[in-house]
C-alpha cells in the first residue's frame, strides 16, 4: 500500500498547490482516480508570521510539530512542508519528529543535479533568500546558490506578502520576476528556484529568462515517488 503521506501547511496557496499537484500527478502511475492517502494539517499563516518577523524560530519550530503530532496521530507515515521558508528550522523538527520527513531543497536539488544545473539562483520570502535553507543543502549536489540584490528581495519579499499570499497576481509583478530572473542569467545563473508557491503561479516558464525549479510541485513529486517505493 502507498505511504500516507502528511502535509505540514504554512499558506493556503503553497498547501493547495501541493495537494493538487499530489492528486493530480498519482493516477499516471497508479491509475485512473487513484492517489495516496493524503492528510493536511495547518496553522494560520498569521500564527507563524508572528515568530517569523520576531525571528522566533523556535515557535515556528512548535507550530511545525504540532502539525507533525496530528497528522502522525491519523496514520501519516511521511512528511512534507511546502513553505519553503519554515524549512530554516528543519532539523530541530524531523530530528524530534516519529515520522520521516522529506526536505523540500532536496527535492530541488535532486531536480537541479539531473538537468545538468550548477549555478541556480533563489526567488522567495526575504527569509528564505538571506537564510541557509538552500546554500547549506546544494553544497551536498555540487551547486552554487545566488540571490538578488537586496533592494530586489525587499521588493520580493513585498509582492508576496501583500500579493501572491492572498491570489493577487498581476501582469506588473509578473514582468518584475522576469526582470530578476534575467540579472541571474546575466551573473551566470543556469536555473531559477522559485521558493514560494504564488512565484510558481505568477512566473509562465516559458517566457522566464532561465529554466525554473518549482519547488512545491517537486516537493510533491518526491513525496509521491517516495510512498510508492517498497519498503
Known sequence: MPKHIGIVACSAEGAALCYRTLCGEAPARMGEYLHPEVSMH???LGDYMVHIRSGNWDGVAELMLSSAEKLSSIGAELLICPGNTIHEVFEQVAGSS???WIH???AVGAEAK???YTRVGIVGTKYLMAGSVYSERFGRFG???EIPDEKDRERINTIIFSQLVNGIY???S?????EVVRKFRER??????LGCVGISLIVDPNTCPLPVLDSTRLLARAALKKALEED
Not at 188 to 193: L, R
Open 104 to 106: 523540500i531543497a532536496d
Open 170 to 172: 498581476t501582469s506588473e
Open 98 to 100: 516519529s515520522v520521516p
Open 143 to 145: 551547486i552554487s546558490c
Open 188 to 193: 551566470g545563473c543556469d536555473a531559477v528556484i
Open 42 to 44: 495547518t496553522y494560520p
Open 174 to 178: 509578473r514582468l518584475y520576476f522576469n
Open 114 to 116: 539531473s538537468q545538468g
